[in-house]
Nanobody, 125 residues
Framework: QVQLVELGGHSVQAGGSLRLSCVGS????????VGWSRQALGKEREWVGA????????YYGDSVKGRFTISQDNAKNTMYLQMNNLKPEDTAMYYC??????????????????WGQGTQVTVSS
């Protein structure tokens, strides 16, 4: 059974930083596409970014490019999302997923069902 647990959400002021973690069980992150999405209250799920662990190449959505960094540790089956220069519009529930089809690495999120329970990030101005 696939289980993904997101950790690290918090309330911060604009300009601050947070690091989220995603720990997977029942699925290997090795040679897999793993990534993040977010959903703000009343809005659709938005792709944040993803990384293909086979070559460690990350991909980012335009709204976070240059501010967020995705990394992973295969040995720990864990992925990270370092978020810098946070803005109020980054406020959302953040979710992680693993996707063998790699469509997550191409910015697609709607085909996935096995997201974690999410972790809340709130950025105040």
């Amino acid at each position: 059974q696939v289980q993904l647990v997101e950790l690290g959400g918090h309330s911060v002021q604009a300009g601050g930083s947070l690091r989220l973690s995603c720990v997977g069980s029942g699925v290997t992150f090795t040679n897999n596409c793993v990534g993040w999405s977010r959903q703000a209250l009343g809005k659709e799920r938005e792709w944040v970014g993803a990384i293909y662990t086979g070559d460690d190449i990350p991909y980012y959505g335009d709204s976070v490019k240059g501010r967020f960094t995705i990394s992973q540790d295969n040995a720990k089956n864990t992925m990270y999302l370092q978020m810098n220069n946070l803005k109020p519009e980054d406020t959302a529930m953040y979710y992680c997923a693993a996707d063998w089809s790699r469509r997550l690495c191409a910015g697609k999120v709607l085909h996935l069902e096995d997201w974690g329970q999410g972790t809340q990030v709130t950025v105040s101005s």
